[in-house]
């Protein structure tokens, strides 16, 4: 029983550089959520999906990109990383229930 | 805009004390979360309340929600050392069920 899975765990880019940060669900959820965590702050939505082949940006979009092209799996991309990316993100998914959180990305951008 | 705010932001405990922490939220929604949130761990859900008057209870924590007040409180009865984490309260609800975190209280209990 996974759950809400993140790959990587850990990583580190150099500015300008480019990755993409997968989260994979095994509970069928409909609605998956990514949400960054910087010190001293709460988590901030990104991005969100509410369904296969749909996505919407969240509080703070700028500089990502999303896909959703299976109901299980839902990418954040980076296309020319900033230092200001430097964060946690975690992945969630779920719907009017308490939202299911991956184990987070740490991502550093030097 | 909807807005979550969280006090104290840090919270200090002796061990066997009570003590409350506080979540405003600035427009109306129909649910309202707790999580846990360990040192370099992922979110824990704790509570979800979902209409005024509404209470839950845990252990030695409890969630109240008055929708009314746009308030959420989360007591701690006789603190011990193991509910030491980050506490987040987040609201939620409408069509998509976007979360609005607060801040997060970082509770800190002492023997």
């Known amino acids: 029983n996974a759950g809400v899975t993140q790959t990587p765990k850990f990583r580190v880019l150099k500015t300008g550089q480019s990755m993409t940060l997968l989260c994979a669900q095994d509970?069928?959820?409909?609605?998956m959520y990514w949400y960054r965590q910087d010190p001293g702050m709460g988590l901030r939505l990104i991005h969100y999906?509410?369904?296969?082949?749909?996505?919407a940006k969240g509080e703070v979009p700028d500089g990502y990109n999303v896909s959703r092209l299976k109901k299980q799996n839902f990418l954040l991309g980076l296309e020319s990383a900033a230092p200001s990316q430097t964060s946690v993100y975690f992945c969630?998914?779920?719907?009017?229930?308490?939202?299911?959180f991956g184990d987070g990305t740490r991502l550093s951008i030097l | 805009e909807l807005k979550v705010e969280q006090n104290p932001l840090f919270l200090s405990m002796q061990e066997g004390k009570n003590y409350t922490i506080y979540c405003n939220y600035s427009?109306?929604?129909?649910?309202l979360y707790w999580y846990r949130q360990d040192p370099g761990k992922s979110l824990e859900s704790l509570f979800v309340?979902?209409?005024?008057?509404a209470v839950k209870q845990e252990g030695r924590l409890m969630a109240s929600l008055d929708t009314k007040a746009r308030l959420s409180t989360l007591h701690i009865t006789a603190a011990v050392h193991d509910l030491s984490a980050t506490y987040f309260c987040?609201?939620?609800?409408?069509?998509?069920?976007?979360?609005?975190f607060g801040t997060g209280t970082r509770l800190q209990v002492f023997p």
């Open positions: 509970m069928n959820h409909e609605y």
């Open positions: 987040a609201v939620g609800g409408g069509n998509t069920d976007k979360l609005i």
């Open positions: 309340l979902l209409s005024n008057g």
């Open positions: 969630a998914s779920g719907y009017r229930q308490p939202q299911h």
């Open positions: 427009t109306t929604s129909d649910r």
């Open positions: 999906s509410v369904g296969e082949g749909t996505t």
